[in-house]
């Protein structure tokens, strides 16, 4: 049981506009960013969005993220078959001392 | 570009204490966060803890108990250890390098930098 939720799949055809939830509690997504992660099959993740809607360098545009209040979300935009791989959403949990903690992940199909 | 390596055994039996150590290359250890995650088969992610360089560490409450990580700034490496293991702690063992990303005059961290996981599984 993660203690952050995502719904465990999603998909697409390619070209459309696909979302991922994440949902938290005030002590983590309340008061803290969240990070987007993507993990190909039989590859380590990678950052995907930072500090909720900020991508790194080399990060295509088509990937957004936002948050409002407990939650958080991922957008894919101009869905490609090469985004179909696993999404994770993770976030600082103030509680006990403090620890990272990640959503279950999303299984994005490209159909 | 800065690489990071796990290694350690692949097969640990139950009771005992799984060992793993993470080498970094092509960059310096010192000043900043270094994590362990896993992944059992199938499944998601889930944050073991983390070291900074100072030997200050956060772990996971859940696993809190049984985890030990330690760095060694002299041979670029840090090492996680994980005492009584069960079968439940079959996994895929990454180290990633937490990094720091700017942007509007404010920084944030986030896993930039990942080993590519080692298998380790715990089985008589």
């Known amino acids: 049981q993660s203690v952050l939720t995502q719904p465990p799949s999603a998909s697409g055809t390619p070209g459309q506009r696909v979302t991922i939830s994440c949902s938290g509690s005030?002590?983590?997504?309340?008061?803290?960013?969240v990070n987007w992660y993507q993990q190909l099959p039989g590859t380590a993740p990678k950052l995907l969005i930072y500090?909720?809607?900020q991508r790194p360098s080399g990060v295509p545009d088509r990937f957004s993220g936002s948050k409002s209040g407990t939650s958080a979300s991922l957008a894919i935009s101009g869905l490609q078959s090469e985004d179909e791989a696993d999404y994770y959403c993770?976030?600082?949990?103030?509680?006990?001392?403090?620890?990272?903690?990640f959503g279950g992940g999303t299984k994005l199909t490209v159909l | 570009q800065v690489q990071l390596q796990e290694s350690g055994p692949g097969l640990v039996k139950p009771s005992e204490t799984l060992s793993l150590t993470c080498t970094v290359s092509?960059?310096?250890?010192?000043?900043?966060?270094w994590s362990w995650i896993r992944q059992p088969a199938g499944k998601g992610l889930e944050w073991i803890g983390r070291?900074?360089?100072?030997?200050?560490?956060n772990y996971n409450p859940s696993l809190k108990s049984r985890v030990t990580m330690s760095v060694d700034t002299s041979k670029n490496q840090f090492s996680l250890k994980l005492s009584s293991v069960t079968a439940a702690d079959t996994a895929v063992y990454y180290c990633?390098?937490?990094?720091?990303?700017?942007?509007?005059?404010?920084?944030?961290?986030?896993?930039?930098?990942w080993g590519q996981g080692t298998l380790v599984t715990v089985s008589s």
């Open positions: 990633a390098r937490e990094t720091e990303y700017c942007s509007g005059g404010s920084c944030y961290l986030g896993f930039g930098y």
């Open positions: 092509g960059g310096s250890i010192s000043s900043y966060y």
């Open positions: 070291i900074y360089t100072s030997g200050s560490t």
């Open positions: 005030s002590s983590n997504i309340g008061s803290n960013t």
């Open positions: 500090s909720n809607n």
């Open positions: 993770a976030a600082w949990d103030d509680s006990l001392n403090g620890h990272v903690v």
